[in-house]
């Protein structure tokens, strides 16, 4: 009875450290986001903006995500545990925040979000930077899982994933046939919806990319590649082998195709909803060819 009551506290005492890494968190988030500093210190309504209410807990969302992988083992002394707790729990904080820093700086470059979230109160752009920040978080989770505590192969690894997400994000408008920055500064959600589909499912293939095994740095990385490229290969055959099977019809401005000056700016949103799912969905199959068959001492024969 004593062993579990023991266990309790320490869960508490974790509980409560855990609320303080949080709370450093806001702090370190307003040095980030200037912008944003006078929000974060204001008392929060969350009915009053529900783009901002987004916006803040998506980044909450995300930093729940990351430390879902943490582990504590208690074979060490308490206070070595909460210390390598804590300056491990510090580090990924502040990489969670900087690649989302980063990751906005290449999408978002065109809009500022005091601009967007408090003086237009942009759900479009509300989701968007809430797609950004579930996505690096589950890349941050799984690298941080591959790198098994030690911090020079978390950033290597960590910057690896943001060179590939960052070059991700870059094909949006070569798969897509929204207008992006347009349709944000419309408010227009098909492109956020469409967006979110892209950037989630771009991030499971990159998770699944760095989910096996490290024990050669050189041959990880070539690795990692191959099964990008792998992926690269067989996401547009997935892609259309669902429109195909389904009979999708891509009906984007079926109405203007006749006009010399065709317009996205009526996209519905059923079409962003069909370009995300549809991306989103070979994305995630993808990942069941790419990451899950284990060929062992297997060679084919024909």
């Given at each position: 009875?004593?062993?579990l009551?023991d266990?309790?506290?320490l869960r508490?005492v974790?509980?409560?450290f855990?609320?303080g890494?949080l709370?450093?968190y806001?702090?370190a988030?307003?040095?980030?986001?200037?912008s944003s500093?006078?929000?974060?210190?204001?008392?929060?309504f969350?009915?009053?903006?529900s783009a901002?209410?987004?916006?803040?807990?998506?980044?909450l969302?995300?930093i729940?995500?990351?430390?879902s992988?943490?582990?504590?083992?208690m074979s060490?002394?308490f206070?070595?545990?909460?210390i390598?707790?804590?300056?491990?729990?510090?580090?990924?904080?502040f990489?969670?925040?900087?690649s989302?820093y980063?990751?906005?700086s290449?999408?978002?470059y065109n809009?500022?979000y005091?601009?967007e979230?408090?003086?237009r109160k942009?759900?479009?752009?509300?989701?968007?930077s809430f797609?950004n920040?579930i996505?690096v978080a589950?890349?941050l989770k799984?690298?941080s899982?591959?790198?098994?505590s030690?911090?020079i192969?978390l950033l290597?690894?960590?910057?690896?994933?943001?060179?590939?997400?960052?070059?991700s994000?870059?094909s949006?408008?070569?798969?897509s046939?929204?207008s992006f920055?347009?349709?944000?500064?419309?408010k227009?959600?098909?492109?956020?919806?469409?967006?979110?589909?892209f950037?989630?499912?771009?991030?499971?293939?990159?998770n699944?990319s760095?989910?096996h095994?490290?024990?050669?740095?050189k041959?990880?990385?070539?690795?990692?590649?191959?099964?990008l490229i792998l992926?690269?290969?067989?996401?547009?055959?997935?892609?259309?082998g669902?429109i195909?099977?389904f009979?999708?019809?891509?009906?984007?401005?079926?109405d203007?195709?006749?006009k010399v000056?065709g317009?996205?700016?009526?996209a519905?949103i059923g079409?962003?909803?069909y370009?995300?799912s549809?991306?989103?969905t070979?994305c995630f199959?993808?990942t069941?060819?790419?990451?899950?068959?284990?060929f062992g001492?297997?060679y084919?024969?024909f």
């Amino acid at each position: 009875m004593n062993e579990l009551f023991d266990k309790l506290i320490l869960r508490i005492v974790f509980t409560l450290f855990l609320c303080g890494i949080l709370f450093l968190y806001k702090y370190a988030h307003s040095f980030l986001y200037p912008s944003s500093r006078t929000q974060i210190f204001k008392r929060f309504f969350p009915s009053k903006n529900s783009a901002d209410t987004i916006h803040l807990f998506s980044r909450l969302i995300g930093i729940g995500i990351i430390f879902s992988e943490f582990y504590f083992t208690m074979s060490d002394k308490f206070y070595l545990v909460l210390i390598d707790f804590f300056i491990h729990a510090t580090l990924i904080s502040f990489i969670y925040l900087v690649s989302i820093y980063i990751i906005e700086s290449i999408v978002l470059y065109n809009f500022e979000y005091h601009d967007e979230i408090i003086k237009r109160k942009n759900i479009s752009y509300a989701l968007i930077s809430f797609s950004n920040s579930i996505a690096v978080a589950y890349i941050l989770k799984g690298v941080s899982s591959v790198s098994q505590s030690s911090v020079i192969i978390l950033l290597f690894l960590w910057l690896l994933a943001m060179v590939l997400l960052g070059f991700s994000t870059k094909s949006f408008s070569l798969i897509s046939k929204l207008s992006f920055n347009r349709l944000l500064v419309q408010k227009n959600l098909a492109v956020a919806i469409s967006y979110l589909g892209f950037i989630w499912g771009w991030a499971l293939v990159i998770n699944s990319s760095f989910d096996h095994e490290l024990l050669n740095i050189k041959w990880y990385s070539i690795h990692v590649i191959l099964k990008l490229i792998l992926a690269l290969i067989i996401i547009p055959i997935f892609r259309s082998g669902l429109i195909f099977i389904f009979k999708l019809q891509d009906d984007f401005n079926l109405d203007n195709k006749n006009k010399v000056t065709g317009s996205d700016s009526s996209a519905e949103i059923g079409y962003g909803v069909y370009e995300g799912s549809i991306f989103f969905t070979s994305c995630f199959l993808t990942t069941v060819i790419t990451g899950n068959i284990n060929f062992g001492n297997f060679y084919p024969v024909f």
